[in-house]
C-alpha cells in the first residue's frame, strides 16, 4: 500500500467548507429578544436552546461578544442556566472584533474557524472588516443554522462531544498556573500527568481523522487523513499509527496526538506528527519524538521526518530541530530531515510516560 501525501493542510482544505470550532454570540436582539438596559424583561429567542445545546453537542464551542453591562448579562445567562456554555465571554463596550480576538486567543484557535452571529450589520461588517476569515452571520438566519454543513462535523466523537468541559478543565488549570508561585516544571510536576502512548485502534480513527482535520499549530505537516485511509494504514504493516492521550489531577484531556510512521527494513520516515493545540505548554510534543527516536535506535534504523512548511506550524519545526533532526532535502515548503540519533533525551520527571504501543515490524 502506497499513502502519498504531499499537500500541506491550508491547500488540502480549499475545495472542503470550513470547519467551524466555536460560534460567538452578540446578546441584545440576537440570543435574547430586547435590549437588557432597556426593557424590564427580555426572553431568550424561542430556538435559541436548541441551537445553543445542539452545537455542544457536537463539539463547537461557544463564546459571547457583547457590547452590555457585564453583571446584569451573567445574571441573565444564569438565570436561564446556559452560562455554562460559554467560554471566556467578552461582555463590555470595545469593538466586537477585539472582543472575538480576545476569544480566539484565549481558546488557542484561528480565526477562520469562528463564527460571529449577531443582528446589526454595522457589527458585523467590523467584525468582518478586521477579521476577513470569519464567518459573520445575520441572526435572522439561524433557523436554518444547524443544517449548514460548516455546523456539522462529520463524526461526533467520545472527545468531541465533551469538548467544552475540557476547556472548562483547562480554565482551572489556567487559573493555577497563574495563581502558582515556583518554577515552571515544578507547576507541572503538580498536574501528576499521565502521557499514554497507543497503537491506533479501529475505534480511535473517528477521532484521528479529526485530528488531522482540526490540528493546525502543532502538525508537522498538515496532511489530511480519512477514516477509510487511516483504517488502510492501520491495518498496514509497512505504517504505524500512534495515538496519544493526556490526563492529570483536573481530569482528561483526551485523545490529543497522532504520530504516523512509514516503516522500511533501512528507514523510518515520521510522515505525521501533531498534538492538540491544548497541550501546547505541557511539552508532549518533544516527549512523542524522543519516544519514536528511541524506538527508531532500538530497531537499528535511520530517522527521518517530512516536515511542511505552513503559516501557523513553525513550533513543530523548531521542536524537530531541538531534537537533533537537520534538513537533508529541501523544496520550497516541503523538508525532509533527519535524526543521527545521537541526541535522545530521558524523560521529563514531571510526567508518567505509559507505553501501550509496539515496535514497527
Same mark, same amino acid.
Given at each position: 500500500?502506497?499513502?502519498?501525501?504531499?499537500?500541506?493542510?491550508?491547500?488540502?482544505?480549499?475545495?472542503?467548507?470550513?470547519?467551524?470550532?466555536?460560534?460567538?454570540?452578540?446578546?441584545? $436582539?440576537?440570543?435574547?429578544?430586547?435590549?437588557?438596559?432597556?426593557?424590564?424583561?427580555?426572553?431568550?429567542?424561542?430556538?435559541?436552546?436548541?441551537?445553543?445545546?445542539?452545537?455542544?453537542?457536537?463539539?463547537?464551542?461557544?463564546?459571547?461578544?457583547?457590547?452590555?453591562?457585564?453583571?446584569?448579562?451573567?445574571?441573565?445567562?444564569?438565570?436561564?442556566?446556559?452560562?455554562?456554555?460559554?467560554?471566556?465571554?467578552?461582555?463590555?463596550?470595545?469593538?466586537?472584533?477585539?472582543?472575538?480576538?480576545?476569544?480566539?486567543?484565549?481558546?488557542?484557535?484561528?480565526?477562520?474557524?469562528?463564527?460571529?452571529?449577531?443582528?446589526?450589520?454595522?457589527?458585523?461588517?467590523?467584525?468582518?472588516?478586521?477579521?476577513?476569515?470569519?464567518?459573520?452571520?445575520?441572526?435572522?438566519?439561524?433557523?436554518?443554522?444547524?443544517?449548514?454543513?460548516?455546523?456539522?462535523?462529520?463524526?461526533?466523537?467520545?472527545?468531541?462531544?465533551?469538548?467544552?468541559?475540557?476547556?472548562?478543565?483547562?480554565?482551572?488549570?489556567?487559573?493555577?498556573?497563574?495563581?502558582?508561585?515556583?518554577?515552571?516544571?515544578?507547576?507541572?510536576?503538580?498536574? *501528576?500527568?499521565?502521557?499514554?502512548?497507543?497503537?491506533?485502534?479501529?475505534?480511535?480513527?473517528?477521532?484521528?481523522?479529526?485530528?488531522?482535520?482540526?490540528?493546525?499549530?502543532?502538525?508537522?505537516?498538515?496532511?489530511?487523513?480519512?477514516?477509510?485511509?487511516?483504517?488502510?494504514?492501520?491495518?498496514?504493516?509497512?505504517?504505524?499509527?500512534?495515538?496519544?492521550?493526556?490526563?492529570?489531577?483536573?481530569?482528561?484531556?483526551?485523545?490529543?496526538?497522532?504520530?504516523?510512521?512509514?516503516?522500511?527494513?533501512?528507514?523510518?520516515?515520521?510522515?505525521?506528527?501533531?498534538?492538540?493545540?491544548?497541550?501546547?505548554?505541557?511539552?508532549?510534543?518533544?516527549?512523542?519524538? *524522543?519516544?519514536?527516536?528511541?524506538?527508531?535506535?532500538?530497531?537499528?534504523?535511520?530517522?527521518?521526518?517530512?516536515?511542511?512548511?505552513?503559516?501557523?506550524?513553525?513550533?513543530?519545526?523548531?521542536?524537530?530541530?531541538?531534537?537533533?533532526?537537520?534538513?537533508?532535502?529541501?523544496?520550497?515548503?516541503?523538508?525532509?530531515?533527519?535524526?543521527?540519533?545521537? $541526541?535522545?533525551?530521558?524523560?521529563?520527571?514531571?510526567?508518567?510516560?505509559?507505553?501501550?504501543?509496539?515496535?514497527?515490524?
Amino acid at each position: 500500500m502506497t499513502i502519498d501525501k504531499t499537500t500541506p493542510l491550508a491547500n488540502a482544505l480549499q475545495d472542503k467548507q470550513r470547519t467551524i470550532k466555536c460560534v460567538i454570540w452578540d446578546l441584545d $436582539h440576537t440570543l435574547w429578544n430586547g435590549v437588557l438596559l432597556e426593557d424590564e424583561q427580555v426572553m431568550p429567542r424561542s430556538e435559541i436552546l436548541t441551537i445553543i445545546k445542539t452545537l455542544d453537542s457536537r463539539g463547537i464551542l461557544q463564546s459571547i461578544a457583547s457590547k452590555n453591562a457585564y453583571e446584569p448579562a451573567i445574571q441573565k445567562l444564569k438565570e436561564w442556566e446556559i452560562m455554562e456554555y460559554f467560554l471566556y465571554p467578552q461582555i463590555n463596550w470595545q469593538p466586537k472584533s477585539t472582543s472575538i480576538s480576545t476569544i480566539a486567543r484565549a481558546l488557542n484557535i484561528s480565526i477562520d474557524t469562528l463564527a460571529f452571529i449577531d443582528d446589526q450589520p454595522f457589527e458585523r461588517e467590523e467584525v468582518a472588516f478586521n477579521h476577513p476569515d470569519i464567518l459573520c452571520l445575520d441572526v435572522t438566519n439561524i433557523a436554518t443554522m444547524l443544517d449548514k454543513p460548516e455546523m456539522q462535523p462529520r463524526f461526533i466523537t467520545e472527545d468531541s462531544s465533551r469538548r467544552r468541559q475540557m476547556y472548562m478543565s483547562d480554565i482551572k488549570r489556567n487559573e493555577s498556573e497563574q495563581e502558582f508561585q515556583g518554577p515552571a516544571e515544578k507547576f507541572l510536576a503538580s498536574l *501528576n500527568m499521565i502521557f499514554t502512548i497507543s497503537i491506533a485502534q479501529e475505534s480511535d480513527l473517528r477521532r484521528a481523522e479529526e485530528l488531522t482535520l482540526r490540528t493546525h499549530q502543532l502538525n508537522t505537516t498538515g496532511y489530511t487523513y480519512s477514516y477509510d485511509e487511516l483504517n488502510a494504514i492501520r491495518q498496514s504493516k509497512r505504517y504505524k499509527l500512534y495515538i496519544s492521550s493526556l490526563d492529570d489531577r483536573y481530569g482528561t484531556y483526551g485523545k490529543i496526538g497522532l504520530t504516523l510512521i512509514e516503516c522500511t527494513p533501512e528507514v523510518w520516515t515520521i510522515k505525521l506528527l501533531l498534538m492538540s493545540c491544548r497541550v501546547l505548554s505541557r511539552g508532549v510534543g518533544t516527549i512523542m519524538v *524522543n519516544y519514536i527516536m528511541q524506538q527508531a535506535k532500538k530497531a537499528g534504523v535511520r530517522l527521518q521526518a517530512e516536515f511542511v512548511e505552513t503559516k501557523s506550524n513553525r513550533m513543530m519545526y523548531i521542536t524537530y530541530k531541538f531534537g537533533g533532526f537537520k534538513e537533508i532535502q529541501r523544496n520550497g515548503n516541503n523538508v525532509l530531515m533527519e535524526d543521527d540519533l545521537s $541526541h535522545i533525551q530521558s524523560f521529563p520527571d514531571y510526567i508518567k510516560i505509559i507505553d501501550h504501543s509496539m515496535p514497527c515490524d
